[in-house]
């Protein structure tokens, strides 16, 4: 099992903010994504990162962007926080050691923006 | 590209009674894995079996087992003697080796177990 943590957990901002969701792990996995999931739908991949320096755009179109600095740490930032992008992120990782790798998932930050 | 597929918005199971929730899917990638993640009401994903194509045996996880089909393309999770604790969102997903890890996820189903 993965040990991988989200902050906030739950956020209530106002239009136009800059906000950055954290999302650490510690089994020093060189996967991590982000997932963007709506009230009781399916997880849509935003972002993805194979390792440090090394970030992608995942299927579904984000205005948020990602950094991977170090392994641990894959932050999210939305520059200019809008009513649309309320939703929940979750943040998840795996390791590489099959072809098919299990992702682990933090708890989830639950953003709505006013 | 990867497809899942759950055709089960809402199942409902009495307590003790084993319940199946179903998952198709569809991909030309010969090398897949196959995933289910329960979502309880707080919102984490936590996981429950995986199941690799070239895995001659069904996957099983104490309560949970997945009943693989490889000529169907069916990856159904079985839970034997539900509990009340299961009721939540069930999520079925695949990840093919040319995704390089990224997972494609179904729509999910709620389950509801009945005392």
């Known amino acids: 099992e993965a040990d991988i943590y989200q902050t906030p957990r739950y956020l209530v901002i106002g239009t136009g903010k800059k906000i950055t969701l954290e999302c650490s792990q510690t089994?020093?996995?060189?996967?991590m994504y982000w997932y963007q999931q709506d009230p009781g739908m399916e997880l849509h991949l935003i972002h993805y990162s194979y390792g440090v320096n090394s970030t992608e755009k995942g299927d579904l179109s984000s205005e948020s962007t990602v950094s991977r600095i170090r392994t641990e740490h894959f932050p999210l930032t939305l520059e200019s926080a809008r009513p649309s992008h309320t939703s929940q992120y979750l943040c998840a990782s795996s390791e590489s050691r099959r072809a098919t790798d299990t992702q682990y998932f933090g708890p989830g930050t639950r953003l709505t923006v006013l | 590209a990867q497809k899942i597929t759950q055709t089960q918005p809402g199942m409902f199971v009495q307590e003790k009674e084993a319940v199946t929730l179903d998952c198709t899917y569809d991909?030309?990638?010969?090398?897949?894995?196959l995933f289910w993640y329960k979502q309880p009401s707080s919102g984490e994903m936590i996981f429950l079996i995986y199941q690799g194509s070239y895995d001659q045996q069904n996957a099983t996880e104490g309560r949970y087992s997945l009943n693989f089909q490889k000529a169907r393309k069916s990856a159904n999770l079985v839970i034997s003697a539900s509990q009340l604790g299961d009721s939540a969102m069930y999520f079925c997903a695949m990840d093919a080796v040319t995704s390089y890890g990224k997972l494609t996820f179904g729509q999910g189903t709620i389950l509801t177990v009945h005392p």
């Open positions: 089994m020093g996995h060189d996967k």
């Open positions: 991909t030309s990638d010969p090398s897949y894995g």
